[in-house]
């Protein structure tokens, strides 16, 4: 048994947000490995009053859905970073380590590959309340010791992800021949398979980071959203039509990700091709 796999096992691990679109991945792939998961299903916005032992907190819990920040841009704020510092103050009252799941969209926009060392600039409410939260990781890393690990997932998808987002929407349309709503079909992204974003969090439990670590999750390869579209097309053998929406001013025209620094520290890899990723989604789409 490996060093690492020692380091893993038997660890008492609470996830918030465990019944959402990267919580069910992972809840799966952590029991299957024989780990103790702890599902935290209640308001985050409140104390996490938990008071059994507990070693590590993944922080999966948040609005990420441009819905929510329509509806309620307070609410869905608030979800985010009271959120994160209440999954923080339970990892310094435990001692407990924290992941934060967080986004590409801290990035803003960028010509070329981003990284870890490049400023944040975020032009979204949701990518401007994540970077708080990890601001806020700093902060408790900083002044109480919490080991806090963030990963900065680019345009995470795969099965059982809601139709809101953009993959899932064209995995729908093609299927059903449907026109599918795009904004900008230039616009380039950094696609990442849910099951590589998962890995990539088991990575960061196993690896002995420093104090506070952040890192890239994403595939280091961009494709436009049209070339996406031609893909699904040739995948269901059906052409597809599309229509374009306005843009708000909001949208992020180019994401890749410099993932050097996960490879190298986390000794992690992507696995899933973009072109095997979406032959399994659209075989998946209802």
């Known amino acids: 048994m490996s060093s690492r796999t020692n380091r893993f096992t038997g660890r008492r691990i609470l996830i918030t947000g465990p019944d959402g679109f990267i919580g069910k991945h992972l809840v799966r792939y952590l029991r299957k490995r024989n780990s103790l998961v702890i599902p935290w299903r209640r308001d985050v916005r409140k104390p996490i ?3 059994g032992p507990v070693d590590i907190v993944i922080h999966l819990a948040g609005a990420a859905r441009r819905s ?55 032009i979204t409410p949701y990518a401007r309340s994540k970077q708080r939260a990890e601001q806020l990781c700093r902060m408790y890393s900083q002044k109480y010791g919490v080991r806090t690990v963030v990963l900065r997932i680019f345009n995470v998808y795969g099965p059982e992800q809601n139709r ?16 599918a709503a795009l904004k900008n079909p230039e616009a380039r992204r950094d696609f990442i398979h849910v099951s590589d974003v998962v890995s990539a969090i088991h ?17 280091g390869k961009d494709v436009s959203v049209g070339e996406v579209v031609k893909k699904l ?54």
Not at 104 to 109: S, T
Not at 164 to 179: D, I
Not at 255 to 281: E, H
């Open 49 to 51: 009053r938990f008071e």
């Open 68 to 122: 929510q920040f329509r509806r309620n841009a307070r609410s869905a704020t608030d979800v985010n970073i009271m959120g994160t510092r209440n999954a923080l103050d339970l990892c310094r009252a435990r001692s407990a380590m924290m992941i934060l799941p967080s986004t590409a969209g801290v990035y803003g926009n960028r010509s070329g590959a981003a990284s870890e060392r490049h400023k944040p600039a975020p």
């Open 164 to 179: 809101e987002f953009l993959l899932p929407h064209l995995a729908h349309c093609v299927k059903h021949g449907r026109a």
């Open 203 to 219: 990575a960061a439990i196993q690896a002995p980071t420093g104090r506070m670590a952040i890192y890239n999750i994403g595939s």
């Open 233 to 286: 097309s040739r995948m269901a053998r059906r052409p597809v039509q599309w229509k374009q929406n306005a843009l708000t001013g909001r949208e992020i025209h180019s994401s890749r990700a410099d993932i050097r620094k996960a490879r190298r520290d986390l000794r992690w890899v992507p696995r899933v091709s973009l072109t095997a990723g979406l032959r399994s989604m659209l075989s998946a789409t209802s």
